[in-house]
């Protein structure tokens, strides 16, 4: 099953797997990852080649499994997680089993929100440990993401600079649900309201972070994640 080879090989040419490592070795370490318990069962949906994963297992983290629509993306991830080759709108996972759910540019390719997004978040709670933790990176329109979709843009930039390229290429090759994300940041952020309660809500260098705990029915508990911060 693929799911768009064009975008996919943009995809692989905008960041080699050890950049991609890095970068998502960063970002977990900013969310608190080093701290967390490395037996925490992981599931990082929309894992594409499993850089996240492979971040994970670095850090020391030993039971983890990544979920993807996609079986050439999932052929080249090289590690230790159980993978699943699956849809993120319906996941074959028994209810309350994973202690973390990890998404990191995955929401953004639905292609109807917030329908599907409210399916998608749905099924995270469901398969989510009441205790557990929903974790999220996802572009998000702040000045800076404006600023780099004007200069990726211009052709001579995509000329010269091949990352730039690859990511106009991916843009435009996910323009329509991509758009569609960027557009609703409102509605975005109430179906996590629905199903969650925001521990963390930051956009930053055109991205969201969102920390999320399962919201139980009788939770007093609740910060409305429409109240993003930004830095
Ligand atoms: C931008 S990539 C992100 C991959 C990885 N998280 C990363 O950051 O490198 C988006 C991924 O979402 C997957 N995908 C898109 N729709 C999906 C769905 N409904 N269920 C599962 N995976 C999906 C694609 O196959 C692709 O691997």
Same mark, same amino acid.
């Given at each position: 099953?693929? $799911?768009?080879? /064009? ?6 040419? &905008? ?13 977990? +370490? ?13 599931? =990082?949906? &929309? $894992? ?22 996609? !079986?050439?993306?999932? /052929? ?7 993978? *699943?080759?699956? %849809? $993120?709108?319906?996941?074959? &996972? %028994?209810?309350?089993? @994973? ?9 953004? *390719?639905?292609?109807?929100?917030? =329908? #599907?997004? !409210?399916? $998608?978040?749905? =099924?995270?709670?469901?398969?989510? +440990?009441?205790?557990?933790? &929903? ?8 000045? @800076? ?19 730039? #390229? ?26 996590? #309201?629905? *199903? ?24 007093? #508990? ?10």
């Amino acid at each position: 099953m693929c $799911c768009d080879p /064009e975008w996919e090989a943009a995809y692989k040419r &905008f960041e080699t797997p050890e950049e991609e490592i890095t970068k998502f070795t960063r970002r977990l +370490k900013r969310f608190g990852f080093d701290s967390l318990p490395k037996d925490a069962l992981v599931n =990082e949906i &929309f $894992c594409g080649r499993g850089g996240g994963l492979v971040a994970l297992e670095r850090m020391g983290f030993t039971n983890l499994q990544g979920t993807d629509l996609s !079986d050439t993306l999932l /052929e080249e991830y090289q590690g230790d997680a159980t993978l *699943h080759l699956a %849809d $993120c709108l319906s996941m074959p &996972f %028994d209810s309350n089993s @994973f202690d973390i759910v990890i998404v990191q540019g995955g929401l953004h *390719h639905l292609p109807r929100i917030p =329908e #599907d997004l !409210d399916t $998608c978040i749905s =099924e995270v709670k469901r398969i989510l +440990k009441p205790t557990g933790a &929903f974790y999220v990176v996802e572009p998000w329109r702040t000045p @800076f993401l404006t600023f780099a979709h004007a200069v990726t843009d211009q052709p001579l930039v995509r000329k010269l600079y091949a990352k730039g #390229d690859a990511l106009a290429i991916m843009t435009a090759r996910e323009r329509v649900t991509y758009e569609q994300w960027l557009n609703h940041p409102k509605e975005v952020l109430a179906v996590f #309201d629905k *199903h969650f309660v925001a521990k963390q809500s930051q956009a930053s260098w055109g991205k969201l972070a969102y920390v999320g705990t399962p919201l139980l029915d009788a939770s007093a #508990d609740v910060v409305s994640s429409a109240r993003v911060g930004s830095m």
